[in-house]
Nanobody
């Protein structure tokens, strides 16, 4: 079992930055891949970014490239999502997800991830 707890969401203005955190527990954190997804109001869950077991490989949705950075600190069992130049269309609930079966996974397909956090709300006002 893996438990994931997100934090760091909030209400910001367009152009601001936020850093989301996801603290993991229950299994050796450095043994599996992680990702961030989001669900905007009235829409489905969308992939945002992913990172492999040691942080050496990352992957982003097109709209996140150049603005968002995913990283991890295996000593702290935490994955981060640094979000800069936020836009109103980034408004969503953000979820972290763990693919415990693979050390490297850049799947954008949610059901391939085994564990999910409860989500943290990010609201960007114009």
């Amino acid at each position: 079992q893996v438990q994931l707890v997100e934090s760091g969401g909030g209400l910001v203005q367009a152009g601001d930055s936020l850093r989301l955190s996801c603290a993991a527990s229950g299994r050796t954190f450095s043994s599996y891949a992680m990702a961030w997804f989001r669900r905007a109001p009235g829409k489905g869950r969308d992939f945002v970014a992913s990172i492999n077991w040691n942080g050496g490989s990352t992957y982003y949705r097109d709209s996140a490239k150049g603005r968002f950075t995913i990283s991890r600190d295996n000593a702290k069992n935490t994955v981060y999502l640094q979000m800069n130049s936020l836009k109103p269309e980034d408004t969503a609930v953000y979820y972290c997800a763990a693919d415990v079966g693979r050390r490297q996974s850049h799947s954008t397909y949610g059901p391939e991830y085994d564990y999910w956090g409860q989500g943290t709300q990010v609201t960007v006002s114009s």
